[in-house]
């Protein structure tokens, strides 16, 4: 077991109070989900960074995809408006919403440098959006996925490659806290965290195939050895977030994304900024497998008393 880091100086990101902890997932309804509280969206805002890690080096446009043809995430409106309101708020990017998928095509996807995934589910694209996305990635842009972005592509081995993995089941329910690491805390990526791992709030997917340390670049998972968590992979591996290049882009994914909160999460934000500047290019840093690494970073694991807690 690894000894546990406590860095030597540790930052509190505690998450901003709230009235209402998550909205539970529901069967999406025929009609349009409700807005997002301005109370809430207000929350969002007073916890984003005020600018981004890195200055862009030119405008960042980012299309949003939250349609879903299964399961639907009541956290949906308040994520996709997150996500618009921090690139607003950082200047990192400019973003829009849609859940049409008829505008998967190559012509309006040469509008925007990356696509983000916002809790979509069993999405089915047709042959010309599959093209048209793999298309997108080869001319070096960028995908970035939220929680269940993984929940997708099961009949599409390149979509699934390209997300990194496909939703096995959430033992880790929303209701749950749960101790998170990790697993490279000197990544330029991680840096939110302030080298010490935390407790969250939050749904936790379990990942299958295609996933695999092989080919994903892991920087946050579950902390197994710390005695909070039920089991989950044989192997005990149960990724949070990874980046990868992929067919010419990058991919930036994390699993936190079902409960409100998440969303005013201060070090949660700031993490999925640095994440997408990864994925639209303007962040560099170490992309290579976590299978690749000459040697094994030594893991930054959940303080067994006074972690920092991202709850309601």
């Not at 929350?43 to 862009?56: H, L």
Request: overall charge negative; some cysteine; charged content about 25%.
């Amino acid at each position: 077991m690894s000894e546990r880091s406590r860095g030597v100086s540790r930052r509190r990101f505690l998450a901003t109070s709230a009235a209402i902890a998550g909205a539970a997932a529901y069967v999406r309804p025929s009609f349009a989900a409700d807005p997002p509280s301005e109370a809430d969206v207000a929350k969002c805002v007073a916890a984003m960074p005020d600018s981004p890690t890195v200055p862009p080096k030119k405008e960042r446009r980012i299309l949003i995809i939250d349609k879903c043809q299964g399961f639907y995430h009541g956290v949906i409106p308040l994520a996709s408006e997150a996500m618009i309101q921090l690139g607003t708020k950082t200047g990192a990017y400019t973003a829009e919403r849609t859940d049409d998928l008829a505008v998967l095509t190559a012509d309006n996807l040469a509008n925007y440098d990356a696509l983000l995934f916002n809790n979509t589910t069993r999405l089915n694209p047709t042959d010309e959006s599959k093209a048209a996305i793999l298309d997108f990635m080869a001319e070096g842009k960028g995908v970035i996925g939220v929680h269940a972005a993984a929940d997708n592509f099961y009949d599409w081995p390149e979509g699934a490659a390209m997300i990194g993995g496909l939703f096995a089941g959430h033992p880790w329910g929303g209701g749950g806290t749960w101790a998170v690491k990790l697993d490279e805390p000197k990544h330029a990526l991680c840096k939110a965290f302030d080298n010490e791992g935390f407790l969250v709030k939050d749904e936790i997917y379990q990942m299958k195939n295609p996933y695999s340390r092989e080919s994903l670049r892991v920087l946050v998972s579950l902390d197994m050895d710390e005695g909070r968590n039920v089991p989950g992979r044989e192997d005990g591996d149960n990724a949070i977030s990874w980046i990868q290049p992929y067919n010419g882009g990058r991919v930036f994914y994390c699993s936190l994304g079902h409960n409100n909160h998440i969303f005013w999460s201060p070090a949660i934000l700031q993490h999925y900024c640095d994440g997408i500047q990864y994925a639209l290019g303007e962040m560099q840093c170490d992309d290579r497998p976590s299978a690749e690494l000459d040697a094994v970073p030594t893991p930054a694991l959940c303080p067994k008393e006074d972690a920092t807690a991202y709850v309601e």
